[in-house]
């Protein structure tokens, strides 16, 4: 299957700081990513809709100024948390589905997540 | 979106069969019945998919009735490994669509 790879799978940073998180898919292009939150022993959650060459669509709540969203090429997104603080300290994962898999397949993948922890 | 309703915690132990039923009474004509697993820290991995009727993998069964409005995973014979959170998820099948996650099973496989 396809793979989508994350970096980096943890970090460790002090309040008031910024983390990038990458997002790759490694064997094909994605107009599209998308990105959740986990908090311990929750449900994922979706934070916003990342699109190739156009802005990102955030979900009800989420701050797009705090989480900026760059999806610069067909391959890559990137989710920085700006000026982070301990509650930001979360579970973050991306996901992406490759356009060819057409209507017959609706299946995403996962990036294995990026820890983060706001000291 | 259609809400989905599965049971928060099942026990099984290695060997058995497990049963996950998840009910999503609002789903749409042209949604799709899609099961993700995950591992503590690790993002979901997609098991399984269908539209309606029976669905067989390598790894699992999914079984849909004629209303649509429940499925039930089926996992034969299950072992250790197999201790994760469940998702079922109703999405329209279409290219970048988000997929909304409910609560999910957590599934305890034991010795």
């Known amino acids: 299957g396809a793979v989508v790879s994350q970096h980096p799978s943890w970090v460790i940073c002090k309040s008031g700081t910024s983390v990038k998180i990458e997002c790759r898919s490694l064997d094909f292009q994605a107009t599209t990513m998308f990105w959740y939150r986990q908090f311990p022993k929750q449900s994922l959650m979706l934070m916003a809709t990342s699109n190739e060459g156009s802005k990102a669509t955030y979900e009800q709540g989420v701050e797009k100024d705090k989480f900026l969203i760059n999806h610069a090429s067909l391959t890559l997104s990137t989710l920085t948390v700006t000026s982070a603080h301990p509650e930001d300290s979360s579970f973050y994962i991306c996901s992406a589905r490759p356009p060819e898999y057409g209507t017959g397949r609706n299946e995403q993948f996962f990036g294995p997540g990026t820890r983060l922890t706001v000291l | 979106l259609a809400k989905t309703t599965q049971p928060i915690s099942m026990d099984s132990y290695e060997g058995q069969e497990v049963n996950i039923t998840c009910s999503h009474n609002n789903i749409a004509t042209n949604d799709y019945i899609t099961w993700y697993q995950q591992f503590p820290s690790q993002g979901p991995r997609f098991i399984i998919q269908g539209y309606k009727t029976k669905v067989t993998n390598e790894v699992a069964s999914l079984f849909i009735p004629a209303d649509r409005k429940s499925s039930t995973l089926s996992l034969p014979r299950v072992s250790l490994s197999d201790t994760a959170v469940y998702y079922c998820?109703?999405?329209?099948?279409?290219?970048?669509?988000?997929?909304?996650f409910g609560k999910g099973t957590t599934l305890s496989v034991s010795s």
């Open positions: 998820l109703v999405a329209a099948n279409q290219a970048g669509t988000a997929l909304i």
